[in-house]
Structures are given as structure tokens and as C-alpha cells.
């Protein structure tokens, strides 16, 4: 292309992120899109792979890992979002209809690549589906919480057992956390999505380092440090290396179309190496403060192990406040508070940018009203969180999918198909498939930002071969 007609395209999807909405100020469009990445997983996941892996050398690995896959492949994403200001199918399509390329790939799959941003959209409903479950989950222990319960469970295993497998109750919180999810949504992007992440995010933020700090005062403080920040290299085997580069991959949501939709809203002078920069070392602090709250409170506490797996959250925990805060039950009320406060707000800073991928495409798609959309989103989720919540009870005994019940299979063919195969796509369609000329004018914002000259070859490198490579190896040792 030459200037012109550039200058007349970037004016034409300027209109259109116009007219969509955008975000209002750099601070919204960092906050709403570390919300997006900020999830669960920074949260109990990331600990638990620590604890698993070597503590300090398996973060390095893991740093590592977010610096050569994390950060490429986010840019990548916002490249596609900002350069059409469209749903992430719709950009897809965009893109490959002016931008027009008489090569062997090309001429393989003309018209696959825009599956790929539906299967983005079938992937964050069946994500939101499941991940609302837990969510209510764990909006159920800061009900407790709040109430002062989760001091005095008793057997915290046969507890949560007993809720989970209930018929009621999981429904009725699944449902609370889409209707909150839905109540953000419904608001638009400015007065929904960047307001609420502006008070979400900083809240977060805060209870962290209140947590950590109050964590550091624990008896086991000094144990629980050393074990997080000395490395154990005997640890370090090719396994740890598959670990950190899954949980650098599926924390910070790449590849299934949320972080190329809120693209979408940024406007042209947002510095896309910056910005994806910036939210993946907030992603990336998250995780590792979540650390310095974990390992000191396991340590003080004789018979935890510091590698719990996925009960940490809802046994392990639990029984830690209770026998940690047994003497000073206004300090646990707190603490326990305080911990599952925090994870539904991570929770919901997550379900708001799952739930509005769909939303904006019905809106961008079928020219149908914000509420609307929502509401249709809302709707599925709702039926398909209620199969994944009774999976755990009444349809416990239901497996249709090769032996797999809605909560499982849906997990499964999201984390071990959609999204890395979404992601090797995504790396070949921005490295190979758009023009290199494309890629360095959404890099520079159109010549205005001066950056080193390897900036550009450097991102085609990692996006043409070192992510798709390590998001291959993430497929085939998930399927082994």
C-alpha cells in the first residue's frame, strides 16, 4: 500500500473504533487489559506450579518464558484489534480481504483464517461457562467469609465436597457472578469495562500487598521466603520447562480473541509494545506477590505442603485459616476475607473481557443493541454453567463426551485444543500472512513513534518461529 491509501484506512477504522466506543485514557486501556490476563490462575495456579517446580528457578523459567511468548504474542493480538477496530472474526475476515497475497499460504487456506476468531468466541463461551462456576465457587467462601465461617468449617474437604455436589446452591451463585459480569457489560466500555477496572484493578492491587504484608508476619514467613526465592535447579527438567511456558500462555489469556477485542477500543496513538509490556509485567507481579501471600502462611502451619494442588483454594486454605487464626479470630476473619475478596475480583476482571468478546460481535455483526448482545451472552452462559455446576452433582454420572462430564470436556477442549491451536495460528497469521509493511505501521502508530531499529525484526522472529514452536511443544505434552 502506499501512504495514501494507509492514511485513508487508518482514518476509516479511526471512524469505526469511534462509533464502537473507545477506551478513554491510557491508564483504562493498561488496567482493562491486565484485568483481562489477571485471573485465577495468577493467583493459585502460579503458586501452586512454584511450588511444584523449584520455587525461584522455576519463576526465572517462567519469566523467561513471558518475555520471548507472552509478550510477542499479546502485540500480535492488539495488532489485528487495533488495525481493524472490529470483533475478532470480523478481523480476521477484514484482513484478509484487503490485504490480499498471491503465496503458497495464502493459496493453502484462503478462507480458514477467519475460523480462527470464531473459535476464539466458541472458546471464551465455554471458558466463561465453567470459570463462572468456580467463580461462584469462590464467591460462596467470601460469602463465608464475610459471615466469619471460614474459620470454623470443620472437615474444609467434606465442606466443600457437600457444596459442590449440592443441586441450589452452585446455580444460584454461578448465576450472581455472570449477572455481575452482565452489569459491567451492559454499560459500555468507557462507562462499563474502564470504569470498573479503574476501581477493580487498584483495589486488587492494594488487597495484595495488604496480604503480603500481613503474610510476612506469620511465623513461617522465613521458610515460606526461602522456599520461594531460592532456586532449586535439580527440579529444572524438560517437564518445568513445559509448566512454565503453559502457565505463561494460558495466564495471560493469548490467543482466544479477549485482548485483540479490547484492541479494538484502544485509539492510534496507544504504543502497542508498551502497553503489552506494562500488562504483562502487572500480569506478572500479580502472580508472584500471590506468592509472598501463600508460601509464608503454608510454612506456618506443620503437615501443609507447599506444593497443594487445585484444593489449595478451597482445602488447604481454609484449613490454614482456621488453624493459623485460632487464637486471634478478628485477624483470620479478616485475612480470610481479605483472600477470597481478592479472588473474585481477579475472577471478574477476567469474566467481563470473556463475556464482551461475544457481546461485540453480536453488536458489530448483527448491528444488534449493547443490552441485547449481553443479554444473549448472559443467557448461553448461564444454560452452560448450569450443566457445568451440576456435573459436580445431579449429573455427576452424565459423561457424553468420551467419558468427560460438561466441566471437564469443556475445560479440555478449550486449554488442550482451541487455544494453542488458536495460538499457532495467530503466530503464523501476523508473522507470515500480513504484509511486513502492516505490522511495522501498527508497531511505529504510522511512523509517529520512534523505537530501535530491531524492535520490528525482532517481534517477526519470536511471532514466525519461537511461539508457534513453544506453543507446539504446550500442545503435544498436554496431549502426553
Same mark, same amino acid.
Given at each position: 500500500m502506499n501512504s495514501d491509501s494507509n492514511n485513508r484506512n487508518a482514518g476509516q477504522t479511526d471512524a469505526a473504533g469511534a462509533?464502537?466506543?473507545?477506551?478513554?485514557?491510557r491508564l483504562g486501556i493498561v488496567l482493562a487489559t491486565a484485568g483481562s490476563a489477571v485471573g485465577l490462575g495468577n493467583i493459585w495456579r502460579f503458586p501452586v506450579e512454584t511450588g511444584q517446580h523449584g520455587g525461584a528457578a522455576f519463576i526465572m523459567l517462567y519469566l523467561a518464558c513471558v518475555i520471548l511468548l507472552g509478550v510477542p504474542m499479546m502485540v500480535a493480538?492488539?495488532?489485528?484489534?487495533?488495525?481493524?477496530?472490529?470483533?475478532?472474526?470480523?478481523a480476521y475476515e477484514r484482513l484478509?480481504?484487503?490485504?490480499?497475497?498471491?503465496?503458497?499460504?495464502?493459496?493453502?487456506?484462503?478462507?480458514?483464517?477467519?475460523?480462527?476468531?470464531?473459535?476464539?468466541?466458541?472458546?471464551?463461551?465455554?471458558?466463561?461457562?465453567?470459570?463462572?462456576?468456580?467463580?461462584?465457587?469462590?464467591?460462596?467462601?467470601?460469602?463465608?467469609?464475610?459471615?466469619?465461617r471460614l474459620t470454623s468449617l470443620g472437615d474444609?474437604?467434606?465442606y466443600f465436597a457437600e457444596f459442590s455436589s449440592s443441586t441450589l446452591p452452585p446455580l444460584l451463585y454461578t448465576l450472581a457472578f455472570l449477572l455481575a459480569t452482565h452489569m459491567v457489560i451492559v454499560r459500555g466500555v468507557q462507562n462499563g469495562i474502564e470504569r470498573i477496572s479503574k476501581l477493580l484493578m487498584p483495589l486488587l492491587l492494594v488487597l495484595m500487598f495488604v496480604m503480603a504484608f500481613g503474610s510476612l508476619t506469620m511465623p513461617g514467613a522465613t521458610d515460606g521466603l526461602l522456599f520461594?526465592?531460592?532456586?532449586?535447579?535439580?527440579?529444572? /527438567?524438560?517437564?518445568?520447562?513445559?509448566?512454565?511456558?503453559?502457565?505463561?500462555?494460558?495466564?495471560?489469556?493469548i490467543a482466544i480473541g479477549c485482548l485483540s477485542t479490547y484492541a479494538s477500543y484502544f485509539k492510534q496513538d496507544v504504543p502497542l509494545v508498551k502497553t503489552a509490556a506494562n500488562v504483562v509485567g502487572v500480569d506478572t507481579m500479580v502472580a508472584v506477590v500471590s506468592g509472598f501471600i501463600i508460601f509464608p502462611a503454608v510454612f506456618s502451619v506443620q503437615g501443609v505442603q507447599p506444593d497443594a494442588g487445585p484444593g489449595l483454594v478451597f482445602i488447604t486454605l481454609p484449613d490454614i485459616f482456621e488453624r493459623l487464626f485460632a487464637h486471634t479470630p478478628v485477624v483470620?476473619?479478616?485475612?480470610?476475607?481479605?483472600?477470597?475478596?481478592?479472588?473474585?475480583?481477579?475472577?471478574?476482571?477476567? /469474566?467481563?473481557s470473556m463475556h464482551e468478546e461475544v457481546t461485540a460481535f453480536l453488536c458489530d455483526r448483527y448491528h444488534i443493541p449493547r443490552r441485547h448482545a449481553a443479554s444473549i451472552m448472559t443467557a448461553t452462559s448461564m444454560v452452560l454453567g448450569a450443566l457445568c455446576a451440576l456435573s459436580f452433582g445431579p449429573l455427576a454420572g452424565f459423561k457424553p463426551f468420551f467419558g468427560r462430564g460438561f466441566f471437564d470436556a469443556f475445560?479440555?477442549?478449550?486449554?488442550?485444543?482451541?487455544?494453542?491451536?488458536?495460538?499457532?495460528v495467530l503466530s503464523f497469521f501476523v508473522g507470515w500472512r500480513l504484509p511486513r509493511a502492516l505490522v511495522e505501521e501498527e508497531l511505529t502508530n504510522h511512523g509517529t513513534l520512534k523505537m530501535p531499529r530491531f524492535i520490528v525484526p525482532t517481534f517477526l522472529f519470536l511471532v514466525r518461529y519461537v511461539t508457534p514452536t513453544a506453543i507446539a511443544a504446550i500442545f503435544i505434552g498436554q496431549l502426553m
Open positions: 462509533h464502537r466506543g473507545n477506551f478513554k485514557s493480538e492488539f495488532i489485528i484489534g487495533r488495525r481493524t477496530h472490529a470483533d475478532i472474526a470480523t484478509v480481504r484487503e490485504n490480499p497475497r498471491d503465496t503458497r499460504l495464502s493459496r493453502l487456506a484462503p478462507s480458514l483464517w477467519p475460523v480462527t476468531g470464531y473459535a476464539g468466541m466458541v472458546c471464551v463461551t465455554l471458558i466463561l461457562s465453567y470459570y463462572s462456576v468456580v467463580a461462584g465457587w469462590i464467591l460462596k467462601y467470601a460469602v463465608d467469609g464475610l459471615m466469619g474444609e474437604s467434606a520461594l526465592l531460592r532456586p532449586d535447579f535439580s527440579k529444572l /527438567t524438560p517437564e518445568t520447562a513445559l509448566s512454565a511456558l503453559g502457565q505463561a500462555f494460558f495466564s495471560l489469556s483470620g476473619y479478616v485475612f480470610a476475607l481479605m483472600f477470597y475478596l481478592l479472588l473474585v475480583l481477579a475472577a471478574l476482571t477476567s /469474566t467481563i475445560n479440555d477442549v478449550t486449554a488442550q485444543w482451541i487455544m494453542p491451536l488458536s495460538g499457532i
